[in-house]
């Protein structure tokens, strides 16, 4: 029998909870440690559509990319989606748990994971972390040389990114050193010009990083959701080698918050 527990553990063997940032919060989100799990819906945002899912599937954990609590409920009456979710998840015993910022900065976390899609290689951490220089946020490695255009191309259709930014008066024309952020990575921008990237890969990219910093590195604002979609992969990953016989579903009911025109 598989406990929400042993799921915690398996999680946080790959991806210590030690390694999260100060203002994340990692962990069991709600429910019982010790509940026997009949079934685990992996997601990267917990909403009232997941919460319906896991139901209908019959399952009875719920393992998210982003916590659904950073900070502590004052009341739950059903004002907000996160009161009714965690209403929801209480009334029909479904636990939830989240790994963030810690799955980022693991050894073979997010980033990681999205340059291996990438083929990008001798990756390492772009900022590592004091303890262990194998662990941190982001990453760089090497391609073999692209020319920009057709290495965009090729990263939009990998990682299924419908409006692709990048900035435009960038002078690099073929690519060949790579820094990578799954999520928000704006604030890596000068760590990846000081570890001589051509181009930094990440979501959130706001207009004055690419007027600042574009003239001198090739920024590509891939999407936040895009761009850590691939938790659910690595969250299905981690738990199979701890526990091959265990019931997983990708969730179907997710959808990217942001739409284009």
Known sequence: MIRVKDIAKAIEDFAPKSLQESYDNTGLQVGNPDMIVSGILLCLDVTEEIMAEARRRKCNLIVSHHPLLFTGLKQITGQNPTQRIVME???????????????????RGVSHEIAQALN?????????????????????????PTPKLEFLRKVSETLKVEHLRY?????QIVIRKVALCGGSGASMIRESMAAGADALLTGDLKYHDFTSYGYAILLADIGHYESELCTKRLFSRIIREAFPDAVIYFAESESNPIAYI
Not at 120 to 144: F, W
């Open 167 to 171: 900035s435009a008066q960038s002078p």
């Open 89 to 107: 998840a209480l009334l029909h015993n479904i636990a939830i748990y989240a790994a963030h910022t810690n799955l980022d900065s693991a050894r």
């Open 120 to 144: 990008i290689s001798n990756v390492k951490p772009l900022i590592p972390n004091d303890q262990d220089n194998e662990t941190g946020l982001g990453i760089i490695g090497e391609i073999k």
